[in-house]
């Protein structure tokens, strides 16, 4: 009697592609491959067995086509992993990956279309391949991802970032760091979802600035949900209108309950499920993207860990007076107040001085109670002296 092969026992494939363009600060993207390429082939793809194939700073989006066209004709499962920056070509606006020769003007000629990944992994089986992205977009091209006015949607179940860079953003690849160091220490290979849930909580990217890809499918929403968490909330708590798709019930009550049993990634996640959801629908310098940032900030000081807290506080008030809400607002005030107490708890020499010069900053405007900043100026100057060599 024959025996039917699923997709997992067969060997594996993975494409790993990264690029950096011509450009001013580009996402340092070339450096993670080795990272990403460290993993054991089979552990990486989630087969027995598995081919990796790497281009590092390819210029020529033809040899770029032909890789991805033999990618596609593996019939085992498949991993497209893809960095860089993506771009918008102005006369047919579409989006292009951009490649080591690209520039403003050549896109067209020089970068590779994201519609060519499309067609070219469109008639693979179902549930067979992913593309996991690490990107970085201007101002335009990233507002018109996050109200999906353009979309890197396809047939694959899609994970990753895309991060804006602009003269105040200089994105990171902290999200392929930690995805290669999740795949490095878990004693098995974890399902693409819980992968990338597991990365999006240890990468260190400023959420208001970043578009989180998720696989879209009925399946992925009802593990996503599974994974949803409670956490206590700060005072004030404005109720945006729901976001879609958003965890079931009242998200403060899950994340409060999720929080005090000591389950602080889920509520981290339903809060930055949330925020994203906000994001779409108020824009990134907005109060209700501000109070999910602050809700964040609760969770992270729940959790012991003073140094993010402090530095979603005070994000959360750079938000809100980038909002236009005035300096003297209880929302704006608590906000600096609270990264002021958080910042105390930070031990960290280096990360209270980078932090305490970012609150000084704030401290300026929003000045606080009598001997507020004095007590900022006094500590900065401890750390600087205890720093010296």
Known sequence: MATSTTPNQLPGYALLLAAEPPVRHPLAVAATLPQLAAVPPAHLVGTPYASVVQLANPDDPNTVLTAVRTAAAVEGRLLVYVAGQVVVDHRQHRLHLALARTTARTIRYTALPWHWIVSELQHRAPGTTTVVADLAADTDVWQALVQREESLDGPYALYGVVQLQDRRHRPSPSYTHALAQT???????????????????????????????????????????????????????????????????????????????????????????????????????????????????????????????????????????????????????????????????????????????????????????????????????????????
């Open 183 to 389: 795949l490095r220490t878990a004693p098995a290979r974890p399902p693409d979802a819980d992968l990338h849930h597991q990365a999006a909580r240890a990468a260190v990217l400023e959420e208001a600035a970043t578009l989180w890809l998720a696989d879209p499918s009925p399946a992925a929403a009802t593990q996503q949900r599974q994974h949803t968490v409670d956490v206590p909330v700060p005072r004030r708590e404005p109720q945006p209108a729901a976001p879609s798709p958003v965890p079931e019930g009242d998200p403060h009550l899950a994340i409060t309950q999720a929080s005090r049993a000591g389950r602080h990634a889920e509520a981290a996640a339903i809060a930055a499920t949330w925020e994203q959801g906000a994001l779409r629908q108020y824009g990134a310098t907005s109060p209700e993207v501000a109070h999910w940032i602050e809700v964040r900030a609760v969770i992270a000081l729940e959790e012991g860990i003073p140094d993010r807290a402090c530095a979603l506080w005070l994000r959360a008030a750079v938000v809100r007076l980038t909002a236009e809400q005035p300096e003297t607002h209880p929302d704006v005030v608590e906000a600096v107040d609270r990264a002021h107490y958080s910042w105390h708890h930070v031990t960290d020499l280096y990360k209270a001085r980078e932090l305490g010069t970012e609150l000084s900053s704030l401290r300026t405007r929003v000045t606080g109670k009598s001997g507020a900043r004095e007590d900022v100026q006094r500590r900065l100057a401890q750390l600087t002296q205890a720093l010296l060599p």
